[in-house]
């Protein structure tokens, strides 16, 4: 995967949850997609940087700054960036409105597709209960979250040394639990409530890390997913449909190197 190649082009890419400044961000996996996919636009759905753990502990290994210098090179090169912060960067939230680096900074905004449909994009997290009103279990959920990322990571480790591919333990357990599985479908619901008071087609998300296309109770609703476990993005092709790009499952089926042949050679 290491030779030049033209990106796969979409009208609109859509990214959350990246977690950068942890030890379970993927970040090189995230540089390789985003070698291989670029976009007239590129929403940056929240949750990019996590300043909840940099706070606490500060790692921002070298692949880190490539992901942010990789953005910034897109909004250099005349994407428009769009950066819409989450829960665990809220201290952009402070900048809404400005521009950094070529990179607009909103609170939420209105993503019109090449049919003319409106879409909210929203990180979520105004939604979630417990980020809302008791800040302190959603730190305490936040650190028993990071355990098990950590468990996740020897898991892999052991995985890679005898052969086997990346596998989420964490996201395998999150769809086992059903408590978190009814949470992620009242959050899937209230979300799609929220674009039907405001009159879109559609609502496009993160925060939950579960990747998602789907019509819920009228309304097209998309989760961005995640970064951190599935390594999963939406795009939107110049047609006006989406796709929602499982990279983490691509990556494991050797995708991205017929990805770069294709291009190599077309």
Known sequence: MNAPTEPRHYRALFLSDIHLGTRGCQAGMLLDFLRLHDAETVYLVGDIVDGWRLRK?????????DVVQKLLRKARKG???VYVPGNHDEFLREYVGTHFGGVEVMDSCLHETAG????????????????RHARWLAYFGDWA????LNVN????????????????????????????????????????DEARRRGVSGVICGHIHH??????N????????DWVESCTAIAERHDGTFELIRWAD?????VPLQIAHHQAVA
């Open 116 to 131: 003319g449909e409106k879409y909210l994009v929203i990180h979520g997290d105004q939604f979630d209960v417990v980020v």
């Open 153 to 192: 990571t020897v898991v892999n480790g052991i995985r890679r040394k005898l052969g086997f591919p990346y596998w989420s333990l964490s996201a395998w357990a999150k769809l086992k639990v059903k408590n978190a599985v009814n949470f992620i479908g009242r959050f899937e619901e209230t979300l799609a």
């Open 250 to 254: 691509m990556c494991r089926t050797g």
């Open 57 to 65: 502990n500060w790692h921002w290994p070298q692949e880190h700054n």
């Open 218 to 225: 009228g309304i097209h609703y998309i989760n961005t997913g």
């Open 211 to 216: 990747a998602a296309d789907q019509e819920t």
């Open 79 to 81: 994407a428009r960036v």
């Open 145 to 148: 979250y990071v355990t098990a």
